[in-house]
């Protein structure tokens, strides 16, 4: 179902391209496709096509977006299972999880499409005093004009749907910079923004490689970066100036099984099969620490190596396959890597550990050393280590005892020790009776620490692409 080539779009057309990029089946590993790849010229033509862009984007009014919005959600619809088998070859992630995408994919376009036309502003009382009598202010979001983004590979549509779906939202143009290894999704996303009536120079997709895409970070006259990917992004943030940055640099996440959930066991382990193994645990909300009490640990542990060893590992675009491919086999052989150093320091690996090319298995440990790279580290793979608590308290601190907070979960009865977790955990987001693998597109989506600065979920990242200008008026 895909195309021979695809082109990149530079000011809102399609560009062909005497260079281009392989894109692999990342399950077989044969080329699957090939794009173009911009000059040495497109990025500087991209970001002056959005300067210009600026003002005819401003004066598109909010009707206008929403309708731009509508019509793509319309168009992802009718493209539905083409989106996902390309979401399934360049990704390697499994079908049914690939259609899942899909879905979010046009939710999110949904609900920037409603927000397009909620951007109010307020009222604010300046009578504070009576030298203040007649006084009365108001305010309005404007957008912030020529925004990048730069996107992972591993949600390779729905993270570039929250990033362009609010800017067209909130009226700002922009140049978008998709994943080498996963620029189809973004590409057809850009075909379909090609059939719009977006002023011209509203939007660029350039299949860049890093270097090339430099001046999307450093270049002033761009004024926000949102990225979202490794700890790389703190240098880009260095490097970026003046301008707004926001990031999503992933996680660790942890999930925590109260004492009191012993009857609640199938529902439980259903759901860490789902958030640790999901898309081969490529999430930056992945399961990767599950820290159960000490009255269930030893069930808890024994039917969870049992459920995953049921997992369906092979070919993604077979409707049964659970467990897919990683990106490429340095992913694989990295985590590995990690899997082995953590035995050797004494952990255990309760099942899993075995890696064919970028097929690694499904992996569980315990006992696994404080300062394993799987335990301190973005494990971002199919592993999780398991670990005992007897108080709640030692359970939160455990989950704190992290360089990342991004989100984390807690199965629990108890209002107090769900509250507790709430207020104590180090986490920019709490799923109780949940993994922290769980989102929803219109929710605050961002962590604190090393996981990053700033919220996603399309209304917060509106709020970001604009900003506010008050107007005092003094009644004459």
């Not at 979202?228 to 880009?236: A, E, F, K, R, V």
């Not at 060893?309 to 077979?318: E, F, I, M, S, T």
Request: glycine share 8%; charged share 25%; aromatic share 8%.
């Amino acid at each position: 179902m895909l195309e021979k080539t695809y082109p990149y779009y530079l000011a809102n057309q399609p560009q062909t391209s005497k260079t281009m990029m392989e894109v692999y089946d990342k399950y077989s590993g044969k080329v699957a496709t090939r794009v173009a790849v911009p000059d040495d010229s497109a990025t500087e033509k991209a970001i002056k096509a959005a300067v210009k862009a600026t003002g005819p984007m401003k004066d598109f009014r909010p009707w206008a977006r929403q309708a731009v919005l509508q019509h793509c959600a319309q168009r992802f619809e009718e493209r539905r299972d083409e989106l996902a088998m390309a979401l399934c070859v360049e990704a390697g992630k499994p079908i049914k999880d690939s259609a899942g995408e899909v879905t979010r994919l046009i939710e999110t376009f949904r609900i920037a499409a409603e927000e397009a036309v909620r951007m109010n502003g307020e009222t604010l009382n300046l009578e504070l005093a009576s030298r203040l009598d007649g006084y009365h202010g108001y305010t309005r979001r404007v957008p912030l004009g020529p925004v990048s983004f730069i996107t992972p590979f591993n949600f390779p549509l729905n993270l570039v749907a929250h990033k362009v779906a609010p800017a067209i939202a909130a009226g700002c143009p922009f140049v978008l910079k998709p994943s080498e290894k996963t620029p189809i999704g973004a590409l057809i996303i850009g075909e379909i923004l090609a059939e719009t009536d977006l002023p011209k120079g509203a939007f660029s997709v350039l299949t860049l490689d890093g270097k090339h895409a430099t001046p999307l970070v450093e270049d002033p006259r761009l004024k926000l970066l949102s990225f979202t990917g490794g700890q790389i992004g703190w240098d880009l943030k260095a490097r970026a100036g003046h301008k707004k940055v926001t990031l999503e640099l992933g996680g660790n996440a942890s999930c925590i099984i109260d004492a009191d959930q012993k009857p609640h066991l199938d529902k439980v382990i259903e759901r860490l099969i789902f958030g640790a193994f999901y898309q081969s645990g490529q999430s930056c909300i992945s399961v990767q620490r599950i820290y159960a009490h000490a009255s269930l640990y030893d069930e808890l542990k024994k039917r969870l190596i049992e459920a995953v060893k049921k997992l369906k590992a092979g070919d993604p675009k077979k409707k049964d396959v659970f467990l897919g491919p990683m990106i490429d086999e340095a992913a694989a052989e990295r985590l590995q890597g990690w899997i082995r150093e953590a035995e050797k320091g004494g952990g255990k690996i309760l099942c899993g550990g075995k890696r064919k090319g970028n097929m690694l298995e499904a992996t569980l440990m315990e006992n696994v050393p404080h300062d394993a790279k799987v335990n301190r580290m973005e494990a971002f793979g199919p592993f999780a280590l398991l670990a005992p608590f007897k108080r709640i308290d030692d359970a939160i601190a455990m989950v704190n005892d992290s360089d990342y907070g991004l989100q984390a979960g807690i199965f629990t009865d108890s209002l107090a020790n769900a509250m507790r977790a709430w207020n104590e955990l180090e986490q920019g987001g709490v799923l109780v009776n949940d993994v922290p693998s769980f989102r929803v597109d219109n929710m605050p989506y961002g962590g604190v620490k090393l996981s990053g600065l700033g919220r996603e979920g399309v209304r917060y990242a509106i709020e970001d692409m604009t900003e506010i200008r008050l107007m005092v008026m003094r009644e004459s």
